[in-house]
């Protein structure tokens, strides 16, 4: 903790390891006074610091206990002037465990958050213990609490959950989201959901658009990666450990189990019409079920044999014959399925295909997504739109990355936007392309993005045209949300891309996440951050 001292414009309280220091400064320099726990146990950490109304200092720390520490004047030494200590003059048992935080209302009363009870208690002016209520276990332990309307209360937990309570009514989720590194999204072929899937066993279905959690399932084990039936009946998804479960998408019951071998699956993918699923391996094997009864049924068909590392992405043709791979040492094969899954050594045969989908980011149409100097590890996720305009790119760098489809040109130009706080791990457009979805691995978070088409008016036109506008974030019963626009170009073949100006440009504005947008033509349009507000369909969902 670091608060200015309200009643001392000049003073400042950190506190941290068995220790609380009160520092003033004047003009230049800072002067240090260490508070004095006299006969009173040292704390191995002092937590969270309050004032209270009397200018004096509440804090909490590592035991349950809060102390009040106030200021006393002692005798000068000869020629020095007044000299004042910090000591302490009560302490009162507040909690089980550590007192996570202080919170000083409005009205002159205290709120308290524990870390081992859960318990928020209310204490009045006297410091005597009024109301408690229990945070439920499911939600974690209290990390901060704070004074909403009324008689409301926020409280945010370790699970990364944000939760309006009152004494009276108990908790509603506020916000929710994964408590571990995040990796496995999938967007609903048709309606307007996304699944995601984390290290926290947790899987998660959102509505975008309405801003809520349809449900939640806890797996026996961490999930990586997901896809969709293209009924959109199922879903399945891949474990570390080589398991995959097939869940019903509405239900969320479990509809089947399945191992193939004991290492971590990297990529499910289901072929244009549903009736095969690719599964793929960091045992190197890429295993192929022929499925039925609208993804409920599954039947081995073959495997993959050649690669030398580890299955990172795949895609399949239109007509189910191929399948297009990339692996841990940046090898692009291509696989004749119907052929009994045989490696294609002359890969000019491949060179025409449209593939379904294009999420490998090794290939002829998405080279020029690579920045100079990349070691092949920098890039973790890409994805195409379906309209085949853009193409999305998540990298190491906390960023997203928008280029034109397709990107065979070396060091293609691009729009790239900052709103994730760790590696972007996964992207993801939804159905329509009206929303790029995007998932950060160690932050945690979702990220939506609202996507808008704006063709610039002149073949030379460059200039990025951006219109701020205020998004709605955080409604009732939903994760943290925010809104990002995007500006897309018109399509060009390959050769309008090297030999002539990009006609229109690809840009997203990040709201509520305030940021620089920044661009490989060294464009630089700052955002506008968003407002809350529950009536429209942008969100950010991830950790509190």
């Known amino acids: 903790a670091l608060p200015i001292y309200p009643t001392e414009a000049n003073t400042i309280i950190t506190c941290g390891k068995s220790h609380i220091f ?8 800072l002067a240090r006074k260490q508070g004095i726990f006299g006969q009173y146990e040292k704390p191995k950490f002092v937590q969270c610091l309050a004032f209270l109304p009397n200018g004096d200092v509440l804090a909490g720390d590592s035991g349950g206990i809060m102390l009040i520490w106030s200021k006393s004047t002692v005798e000068p030494a000869p020629g020095k002037g007044p000299k004042g200590m910090y000591q302490i003059k009560k302490q009162i048992r507040a909690h089980d465990g550590s007192v996570f935080t202080l919170c000083q209302m409005r009205n002159g009363m205290l709120l308290t958050g524990g870390g081992k009870d859960r318990k928020v208690i209310l204490w009045d002016h006297d410091l005597s213990p009024e109301r408690e209520i229990e945070v439920p276990d499911q939600y974690g332990t209290i990390r901060a609490v704070a004074e909403g309307k009324d008689d409301q209360f926020l409280v945010g937990t370790s699970r990364n959950f944000i939760l309006r309570g009152t004494f009276n009514d108990g908790f509603q989720v506020e916000v929710q989201g994964h408590t571990d590194e995040l990796w496995g999204l999938a967007t609903h072929p048709f309606k307007d959901l996304l699944l995601s899937c984390a290290q926290d066993r947790q899987v998660c279905l959102w509505n975008y658009v309405d801003h809520t959690l349809e449900w939640t399932r806890l797996l026996d084990e961490p999930g990586h990666c997901a896809d969709f039936h293209p009924s959109g009946v199922v879903v399945a998804i891949g474990t570390h450990s080589g398991r995959w479960f097939v869940l ?7 509809v089947s189990i399945h191992t193939d071998g004991n290492e971590q699956l990297s990529v499910m993918r289901y072929s244009l019409d549903g009736t095969f699923l690719a599964v793929g391996s960091h045992d190197n094997f890429i295993y192929l079920y022929t499925v039925t009864e609208n993804g409920r049924k599954y039947s081995r068909y073959g495997k993959c044999t050649g690669h030398s590392s580890y299955i990172t992405h795949l895609d399949w043709s239109p007509d189910n014959k191929y399948i297009m791979s990339n692996s841990g040492d940046y090898e692009i094969l291509y696989w004749d399925i119907p052929s009994g899954c045989k490696l294609i050594r002359n890969r000019s045969d491949c060179k025409d295909i449209d593939w379904t989908t294009y999420t490998c980011v090794l290939g002829f149409q998405v080279f020029g997504v690579w920045p100079e100097g990349s070691d092949g590890t920098d890039i973790n996720a890409v994805v195409r739109s379906h309209n085949r305009k853009m193409i999305a790119v998540a990298d190491d760098f906390c960023k997203v990355h928008l280029f034109q489809y ?13 709103a994730h706080s760790s590696h972007v791990t996964n992207v993801s457009f939804c159905h329509n392309d009206s929303h790029l979805i995007s998932t950060g691995g160690k932050d945690m978070s979702i990220i939506q993005w609202r996507i808008v088409e704006k063709v610039s008016q002149s073949q030379n036109d460059n200039v990025l045209d951006i219109s701020a506008t205020k998004a709605p974030v955080l409604p009732n019963d939903s994760p943290a949300q925010s809104e990002i626009t995007a500006v897309l170009p018109e399509p060009v073949d390959e050769m309008s891309q090297i030999e002539n100006t990009i006609s229109s440009s690809l840009v997203l504005l990040e709201n509520n996440v305030e940021g620089i947008v920044e661009t490989d033509e060294q464009n630089e349009v700052q955002s506008e951050e968003g407002i809350p507000d529950t009536g429209e369909d942008n969100s950010q969902i991830g950790r509190a």
């Not at 019903?248 to 479990?254: I, M, N, S, V």
């Not at 397709?406 to 900052?418: F, G, I, Q």
Request: charged share 30%; proline share 11%; glycine share 4%.
């Open 22 to 29: 009160f520092w003033t400064w004047s003009g230049n320099s």
């Open 248 to 254: 019903d998408a509405e239900k969320r019951d479990l």
């Open 406 to 418: 397709p990107c065979s040109k070396p060091k293609a130009p691009s729009h790239k936007y900052s």
